[in-house]
C-alpha cells in the first residue's frame, strides 16, 4: 500500500490547517455561507436535509485496518454510531456537525487520510479496481497510476473550478469491475505490440440525465506523457465546457457537442503543446510509488483445496470470493447487504471488526467497491472457514455478491432534498422477497439499481435492471429499465413503459425474472437472455 | 481599472486596458483585458507589445483566469497578468502559482488573511512552470 512521506503529509497538514482556519472564519461570520460553500464543499462537507455530511476519500478504494479502525471510531465520535460506503468507494458520514469537522481531519491525518476534493466542481478522488493487485486478470496493478494521479489533482491550481465534477478512474483489467466508461475520463492500463505498459484513454462518459458510455479518445499514451495528456484534456475542458447550464457542464457534453474527432483534435494540440512545458513526472517518481504496492509476503506452494461441507459457507464462497493470482489464495467479498438492511452502511463496531480481520487474514489490506461491499483481498484459503464464522457472528456474511440483492441504491426521499422518491424502502422490499422465495440464488448473476431522481446517483442506468423513482402527479412512481451493464459491456438500460407504484415495482421485477428464468438458455445471465430477445417479451410479460 | 492589492513585480501599469475587442483595432494599445469566455491565445502575436494584461473574473466559480493566465506565461508573457473581480482570500495561492504577479480583488482583502493564505502551501505537487516552483517529485528525486 502506498504510506506518505514528509511530503504527502505536510500537504494534508496544510490542507487541515487550512479548513480549520475557513471554518472559524465562517463561525465568526467574516466568510459568507456562499463563499464558503466551495472551500467546504472541496474538503467533502455537503449540508443535507438533516445535517452536514461529510465524505471521507479512500483513494481508489484501497485501505490499511488502521485505517478502517479510525473510520469507526469516526463513526461513534462525531456520528451515529454508522458509515456509508459509496458507489465512489468512499465513506460518507451524515450527521456531522461544522465546528467538529477540523477535528475529525486532522483525526484522518494522522492515518494518512483525508477528505481533499471528494466533492466540489473539481478533480475528485480515483476509483480503481477493488481486486487490484489480487486479480489474475490484470495486466499490471493498476493503483500506482492512480496515486500519480492522485498526487496531481490534488490541489491543481488551474483545475479546482472546473465548470462541473470531474470523476476518474482506472483499471488494468478486460473484466471491468469499476464502470469505467461511466467516469468523465476512465483510463484502462494495456500493453502495446512491442509490449511497452501504457493508458487507454475514454473521456466524456457519466450517469446523471443525460448518460453516455465514454468513447475512447486515444489507443495509447506512454507512461511518461500519463500527466502531460491527462492536464491536455482537462485544460480544454476547463475552457470550452459549458457554465450557463450546470446540467450541461459536464464534460460528457463538450464531448458530444464538440463531436469526438473535434474534441480530440483540441486535446492533440493542447497535448502537443504541453509536452514542450517539462510539467512529466520522471518514471522515477512512479518507480518510486510501484514499490509500495509490491505483493505481501505471499506463501508459495500452498493447495487450492477447501471443505466445502457446510453447505452454508459453500454457498457463501461460491457467491462471494473470487480467484487469485497466487495458488491458496482467495479474494473475499463482505457483503455490505444484509437482507432487508440499508445497502453500504455498516456501523462502528462492524467497521472495527472488518479491520481486525483484514490484519488477521488480509496482509492488513482492504478494498471499498463501487457496489459498496468491502474486499478482502488477500485471503489464505486454509483462514477462509474461520473467516467467514466470524463474519457470520458479525451479521456480515450475506452470500449475495453481484445477486439480485446485492443492490445499489442511492440515499432517496429518505435523506436527499432533491428526490422524488423514496429509494432505501424499495431495496429493502426487493432483497425481502428474493430472499422469502428463494428466487435470488436460482437467479445467479443480476445486478439491480435503484436512483430515488433523475441524477443518478444509484446508477440505474447501469442496471441489469434498473429503477427510477420519477414524481408523478405528486405520488411516488417507479419506471422499469432493463439491459443496463456497467463492465467491459458497458450498455445504458432502455425504460420499459408506464411506471409503477412501490408494491407493483416489485411484482413487476418478479415477473421479469420469472420470463428470464422460463427463457434462458445454458449458462445465460438475466443480461444475456434480455439481449438475446430485446425488450418486446419483457414487455409484454409485464404490461399484456 | 483597479489598482492591485497584492503586487509581486517592482511596479504596477499604468496605462487602461482595453476590452479584447478594440485591442485589434488600436495598434498602440500596450494593456488590455480578457473576459473569462476570450481566447487568451488570440493576444500570442502582440505579447511583445503588452504591458500588462488584465484577466477577469466576474465570479469566483469560474475557473477559466486560471488556464488563460497559465496560457499566456507558458507562451513567454513577461509583463504584469493582473487578476480582477470577485477574488476571495482562498484563491490567492492559486493565482499565484498559474502565474498572476497582480491581484485586484473588487472588495480589498484582510492583509493578515492573506498574508496566511499566500502561504498555505509547503511544497506543491504539480509543475505548473510558470511559477517558478520545484513540484514535489523533483525534490523527491533531485531534479
Ligand atoms: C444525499 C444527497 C445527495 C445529493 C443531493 C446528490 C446529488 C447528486 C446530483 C445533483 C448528481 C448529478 C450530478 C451531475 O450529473 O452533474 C449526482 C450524481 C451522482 N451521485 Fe449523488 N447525491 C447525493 C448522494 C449520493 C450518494 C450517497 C452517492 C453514493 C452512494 C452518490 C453518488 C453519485 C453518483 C455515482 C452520481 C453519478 C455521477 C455521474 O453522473 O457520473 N450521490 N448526485
Ligand atoms: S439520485 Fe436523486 S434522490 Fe438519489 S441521492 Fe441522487 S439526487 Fe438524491
Given amino acids: 500500500m502506498y504510506s506518505y512521506d514528509h511530503y504527502d503529509q505536510a500537504m494534508v497538514d496544510a490542507r487541515v490547517a487550512e479548513f480549520r482556519d475557513q471554518t472559524r472564519r465562517r463561525i465568526e461570520g ?59 468507494q468512499n465513506i460518507q458520514y451524515n450527521w456531522i456537525k461544522l465546528e467538529d469537522t477540523p477535528d475529525i481531519l486532522a483525526d484522518l491525518a494522522k492515518v494518512e487520510m483525508h477528505a481533499i476534493q471528494t466533492s466540489g466542481n473539481c478533480i475528485r478522488n480515483i476509483s480503481s479496481d477493488q481486486y487490484a493487485g489480487a486479480t489474475p486478470d490484470e495486466i499490471i496493478d493498476p493503483r500506482p497510476y492512480a496515486e500519480l494521479l492522485r498526487q496531481w489533482s490534488s490541489f491543481h491550481p488551474e483545475f479546482l473550478a472546473l465548470p462541473r465534477k470531474f470523476k476518474i478512474c482506472v483499471i488494468a483489467s478486460d473484466t471491468d469491475r469499476a464502470a469505467m ?11 502495446n505490440d512491442a509490449g511497452e505498459v501504457g493508458c487507454a484513454f475514454y473521456v466524456g462518459g457519466g450517469m446523471g440525465r443525460t448518460p453516455f458510455i465514454a468513447p475512447q479518445i486515444k489507443a495509447f499514451v506512454p507512461l511518461d506523457q500519463l500527466i502531460t495528456y491527462a492536464e491536455a484534456c482537462l485544460r480544454v475542458y476547463n475552457r470550452y465546457g459549458r ?29 502537443a503543446h504541453l509536452l514542450n512545458q517539462d510539467i512529466e513526472p520522471p518514471l522515477a517518481e ?13 506463501e508459495q506452494g500452498l493447495s487450492d483445496d477447501l471443505d466445502l ?99 445499489i441504491a442511492c440515499p432517496g426521499l429518505d435523506y436527499c432534498s432533491l428526490a422524488n422518491a423514496r429509494s432505501i424502502p424499495v431495496a429493502q422490499k426487493i432483497s425481502q422477497r428474493f430472499t422469502d422465495n428463494g428466487k435470488e440464488e436460482t437467479l445467479g448473476e443480476l445486478k439491480l439499481k435503484i436512483s430515488g431522481c433523475i441524477n443518478a446517483c444509484g446508477h440505474h442506468h447501469a442496471g ?51 420470463f428470464y428464468l422460463a427463457e434462458r438458455q445454458e449458462g445465460e445471465r438475466f443480461l444475456d437472455t434480455y439481449r438475446r430477445l430485446g425488450m418486446a417479451p419483457f414487455k409484454e410479460v409485464i404490461y399484456g | 481599472m483597479a489598482d492591485p492589492q497584492f503586487l509581486f513585480r517592482d511596479e504596477a ?5 482595453v476590452a479584447l475587442s478594440a485591442f485589434g483595432e488600436d495598434t498602440n494599445a500596450t494593456a488590455v483585458r480578457i473576459e473569462p469566455g476570450e481566447d487568451a491565445r488570440a493576444l500570442l502575436p502582440h505579447l511583445d507589445r503588452l504591458s500588462l494584461v488584465e484577466v477577469t473574473f466576474p465570479a469566483f466559480t469560474d475557473g477559466r483566469g486560471f488556464s488563460s493566465a497559465r496560457i ?46 499566500f502561504n498555505t502551501w509547503p511544497e506543491v505537487y504539480q509543475a505548473t512552470v510558470v511559477d517558478g516552483r520545484k513540484p514535489i517529485w523533483a525534490l523527491r528525486h533531485g531534479l
Avoid at chain 1, 477 to 498: K, M, V, W
Avoid at chain 2, 13 to 17: D, G, R, V
Avoid at chain 2, 85 to 92: A, E, S, Y
Fill in chain 1, 30 to 88: 467574516t466568510l459568507s455561507e456562499e463563499k464558503f460553500r466551495p472551500l467546504r464543499l472541496q474538503n467533502g462537507l455537503y449540508l443535507q436535509l438533516h445535517a452536514y455530511m461529510l465524505r471521507v476519500a479512500v483513494p481508489y478504494g484501497t485501505l490499511s485496518s488502521a485505517q478502517m479502525k479510525v473510520l469507526g471510531d469516526i463513526a461513534d465520535k462525531y456520528d451515529r454510531g454508522y458509515g456509508h460506503f459509496t458507489t465512489r
Fill in chain 1, 181 to 191: 466508461k461511466l467516469h468523465d475520463i476512465g483510463i484502462q492500463m494495456v500493453k
Fill in chain 1, 243 to 271: 457554465r450557463d447550464n450546470k446540467y450541461k457542464a459536464r464534460i460528457k457534453i463538450l464531448v458530444h457537442e464538440l463531436g469526438l474527432d473535434e474534441y480530440s483534435r483540441q486535446v492533440e494540440e493542447e497535448f
Fill in chain 1, 286 to 298: 512512479l518507480e518510486r510509488i510501484k514499490a509500495h504496492f509490491a505483493d505481501p509476503a505471499f
Fill in chain 1, 309 to 407: 461441507s457446510n453447505p452454508k459457507f459453500a454457498r457463501w464462497v461460491k457467491a462471494n470470493t473470487a480467484p487469485h493470482k497466487v495458488p491458496g489464495y482467495t479474494i473475499a467479498t463482505i457483503s455490505l447487504k444484509p437482507v432487508g438492511g440499508i445497502p453500504g452502511d455498516a456501523s462502528a463496531d462492524q467497521i472495527r471488526l472488518m479491520a481486525d480481520l483484514a490484519k488477521d487474514y488480509s496482509f492488513d489490506e482492504l478494498r471499498v467497491t463501487h457496489a459498496q461491499n468491502i474486499v478482502l483481498p488477500h485471503v489464505k484459503k486454509a483462514d477462509l472457514f474461520v473467516l467467514w464464522e466470524k463474519l457470520v457472528a458479525a451479521d456480515l456474511a450475506t452470500a449475495n455478491l453481484n445477486a439480485i440483492t446485492d443492490i
Fill in chain 1, 464 to 514: 441489469h435492471i434498473g429503477i427510477l423513482g420519477v414524481d408523478r402527479k405528486g405520488t411516488e412512481n417507479y419506471q422499469l429499465l432493463l439491459g443496463g451493464s456497467e463492465g467491459a459491456d458497458t450498455s445504458l438500460g432502455q425504460i420499459t413503459g408506464p411506471g409503477f407504484n412501490e408494491d407493483g415495482i416489485v411484482d413487476a421485477i418478479d415477473k421479469v425474472t420469472d
Fill in chain 2, 13 to 17: 501599469a499604468s496605462a487602461p486596458a
Fill in chain 2, 72 to 117: 499566456l506565461r507558458e507562451a513567454g508573457y513577461t509583463g504584469e497578468l493582473r487578476a480582477t473581480g470577485d477574488i476571495g482570500v482562498d484563491m490567492l495561492s492559486h493565482l499565484r502559482r498559474v502565474g498572476f504577479d497582480a491581484i485586484a480583488p473588487a472588495t480589498p482583502l484582510d492583509p493578515a488573511e492573506a498574508e496566511t493564505a
